[in-house]
């Protein structure tokens, strides 16, 4: 890995901690001359990461404006949900392929707690 890449994911990971920790996502504003600063690097690795996540779909980018978090579509919110409602049942189908009477109890007095 050469130092740009390095200064790159360096950045990468520095912006996801920064989006992960915002307790308002929608309102995060991020400014690549300012993270450069906080980084102490140049700009060009962190326009470099930042890019990389708006072609992950994580960030968008308007002309002449700041960088934002993007919102999901209503389709991409419900194919989302189909998805973990699939991946739901295919666990519990693989559960049942194993569970012993055991974990029957277990289970049976965890739920009797709630």
Request: glycine share 2%.
């Amino acid at each position: 890995m050469s130092d740009r890449e390095s200064l790159q994911q360096i950045a990468y990971d520095y912006i996801g901690s920064r989006l992960m920790e915002s307790p308002d996502l929608l309102r995060l504003r991020l400014s690549d001359r300012r993270i450069a600063r906080e980084l102490r690097m140049s700009p060009t690795p962190v326009r470099e990461a930042v890019k990389q996540l708006e072609q992950e779909g994580v960030l968008a980018r308007k002309p002449r404006s700041r960088t934002t978090v993007r919102v999901p579509s209503y389709d991409e919110v419900v194919e989302f949900y189909d998805m973990r409602l699939l991946l739901e049942v295919y666990v519990c189908r693989r559960a049942c392929e194993s569970i012993t009477e055991e974990d029957i109890r277990q289970l049976r007095a965890i739920n009797f707690k709630i």
